[in-house]
Nanobody, 122 residues
Framework: VQLQASGGGLVRAGGSLRLSCVVS????????IGWFRRAPGKVREGILC????????YYDDSVKGRFTMSRDDAKNTVYLQMNSLSPEDTAVYYC????????????????WGQGTQVTVSS
């Protein structure tokens, strides 16, 4: 199983980015895909997850109303749309996969993408 995250970059505060996570070796219908981030000086934390039934679970209240997650089963790809970005969103963003159910626990996810840097300037 491999995950390839992409779409990060430098954006000004208030801007938007869309991250992609292409999953190979595992179908989205049998997977929970989580997005995590590690801000400078902080530990990796879960922000949002979609389970095998396409249900979305937010783990970080600060992204509610700004970040949304979508899934394209035909492309086996999950997207993270990030709007109204602020400097506090600066982090390395990771996608990860596990079986069926979501979890906010990073240790519950076995398969990880390589991470993509998001930098938001003020």
């Amino acid at each position: 199983v491999q995950l390839q995250a992409s779409g990060g970059g430098l954006v000004r505060a208030g801007g938007s980015l869309r991250l992609s996570c292409v999953v190979s070796g595992r179908t989205l219908g049998n997977s929970a895909i989580g997005w995590f981030r590690r801000a400078p000086g902080k530990v990796r934390e879960g922000i949002l997850c979609v389970d095998d039934n396409d249900a979305r679970i937010y783990y970080d209240d600060s992204v509610k109303g700004r970040f949304t997650m979508s899934r394209d089963d035909a492309k086996n790809t999950v997207y993270l749309q990030m709007n109204s970005l602020s400097p506090e969103d600066t982090a390395v963003y990771y996608c990860a996969a596990r079986g069926f159910r979501c979890s906010r626990d990073v240790t519950a996810f076995r398969f990880w993408g390589q991470g993509t840097q998001v930098t938001v300037s003020s």
